[in-house]
């Protein structure tokens, strides 16, 4: 149903109201940070926790949260970056430069997380893996430069685990890092905790994969940390709709983001999905055509790898299923 001009009217109007209510914020903090330099301490490197709205959380070296607000002149920044702040009274402070990442990860344009180490896409048992729906996050990871391992829970449901690990044998083929674990039962948790040590992590994959529970065994204090969190924020527990940075007692960082449980490749281009397929790229250039698309092309050195064993026939199938 189209709306009327009056609710076009009345949208816009909240909308403009918002945006002015968060520039006048923005501007007050600011012209504290400006009014107060005598009283405030000298800029420090901190680590963004979470963003919400204009709004930043701030966790300073010694571990202290300050709810800051970024300068209008710096780019919008989300968990896992590193900021310059200017501490000020009561717990707040001022945003004043961002500094250089080393790699973000975004949904399509939507910013996700920064200074991200390590991804790993976690699949289960049950809802079932499905291979074209890994492929589309290893893809994504392989476009963004940025490592990715593969993680198979509730291996307690699995009849026969050597078929299991047969499926995934393709990805190990193709230099894909995969575990096995199970989080109900507790099989291979610590040896999982000991590879996130010194390392900032964030985990995908669909709904009921056991994302949060593997979170909650990571983090057990995770409740503690999220009401914290929202104490500062004053945003009680919807906090935890945010992309949120959380420290892991046994070493590490893990950036929790409900928003990226699928990702879709509408924003990539063709050759963006194709250099998603690593084990490929050894093939490249020796096709007969120079831009070659390994489809239907004849001495194409892709679908020869293919035939002979080199290529996975499923990876190939779902490179033509994601293109097409």
């Known amino acids: 149903m189209s709306l009327t001009r009056r609710q076009k009217w009345r949208i816009e109007k909240i909308q403009n109201e918002r945006i002015f209510r968060a520039e006048k914020a923005a501007n007050k903090v600011e012209n504290q940070a400006k009014n107060n330099t005598k009283n405030s301490s000298k800029e420090q490197v901190g680590l963004v926790i979470t963003r919400f709205g204009q709004h930043l959380l701030v966790e300073s070296k010694s571990g202290d949260l300050l709810s800051c607000t970024g300068r209008q002149n710096i780019e919008?920044?989300?968990?896992?970056?590193?900021?310059?702040?200017?501490?000020?009274?009561?717990?707040e402070g001022v945003v004043t430069a961002l500094l250089e990442r080393d790699n973000q990860l975004r949904r399509g344009q939507k910013l996700i997380a920064a200074n991200i180490d390590q991804l790993f896409l976690i699949v289960a048992l049950q809802p079932h893996y499905q291979f074209e729906l890994i492929d589309r996050y290893l893809i994504i990871a392989q476009n963004a430069n940025l490592p990715i391992s593969i993680l198979v829970n509730k291996i307690e449901l699995a009849k026969n685990i050597q078929a299991v690990k047969a499926d995934f044998a393709m990805y190990q083929a193709a230099g894909y890092t995969v575990d096995y674990l199970s989080v109900k039962e507790k099989i291979n948790i610590d040896e999982f905790k000991a590879n996130l040590k010194n390392k900032t992590q964030l985990f995908l994959g669909q709904s009921g994969v056991g994302k949060s529970s593997l979170i909650n065994a990571l983090i057990p204090q995770l409740n503690l940390r999220i009401n914290e969190i929202s104490k500062k924020t004053k945003l009680g527990k919807h906090t935890t709709t945010n992309t949120t940075l959380y420290r892991i007692a046994s070493g590490g960082n893990l950036v929790d983001s409900p928003g990226v449980m699928e990702f879709q490749l509408d924003d990539l281009s063709a050759?963006?999905?194709?250099?998603?397929?690593r084990e490929f790229k050894p093939f490249f250039g020796n096709c007969k055509f120079r831009n070659c698309t390994h489809i239907n092309e004849p001495n194409c050195a892709v679908k020869t790898a293919v035939k002979s064993g080199k290529i996975h026939p499923k990876r190939y199938q779902n490179y033509l299923n994601l293109i097409s």
């Open 76 to 91: 919008l920044s989300v968990a896992g970056d590193r900021v310059l702040f200017q501490p000020l009274n009561a717990g």
């Open 271 to 277: 050759g963006e999905i194709l250099n998603g397929f």
